[in-house]
């Protein structure tokens, strides 16, 4: 079983900064993606972003620019620096990862999801 254990979020008014952090534990797994998407209420949940293990990554279109991602793989680690944050950026985060293991294959597991509000 890999547990996600996020961190970070919480209130900031328009044009300041948060930083995300999830970090994946278990045994016997490897993570093939890992990031971050999104759901504002009313809405779809979207990708954020997320990064491969090759250290390719994607970001959504509206955070392109803003948003960074990066990756510690000795801990299974993956931050989220978001900056001139906007109120529509205001949503729940939940972290993803594409996990791998010997028994399973590839799985799909999310954290619980950790609250951003950004205030005009």
């Known amino acids: 079983q890999v547990q996600l254990v996020e961190s970070g979020g919480g209130l900031v008014q328009a044009g300041g900064s948060l930083r995300l952090s999830c970090a994946a534990s278990?045994?016997?797994?490897?993570?093939?993606?890992m990031g971050w998407y999104r759901q504002a209420p009313g809405k779809q949940r979207e990708l954020v972003a997320a990064i491969r293990s090759g250290g390719r990554t994607n970001f959504g279109d509206s955070v392109k620019g803003r948003f960074t991602l990066s990756r510690d793989n000795a801990k299974n680690t993956v931050y989220l620096q978001m900056n001139s944050l906007k109120p529509e950026d205001t949503a729940v985060y939940y972290c993803?990862?594409?996990?791998?293991?010997?028994?399973?294959?590839?799985?799909?597991?999310w954290g619980q999801g950790t609250q951003v509000t950004v205030s005009s």
């Open positions: 993803n990862a594409a996990v791998v293991t010997l028994l399973t294959g590839e799985h799909d597991y």
């Open positions: 278990g045994r016997g797994f490897s993570i093939n993606a």
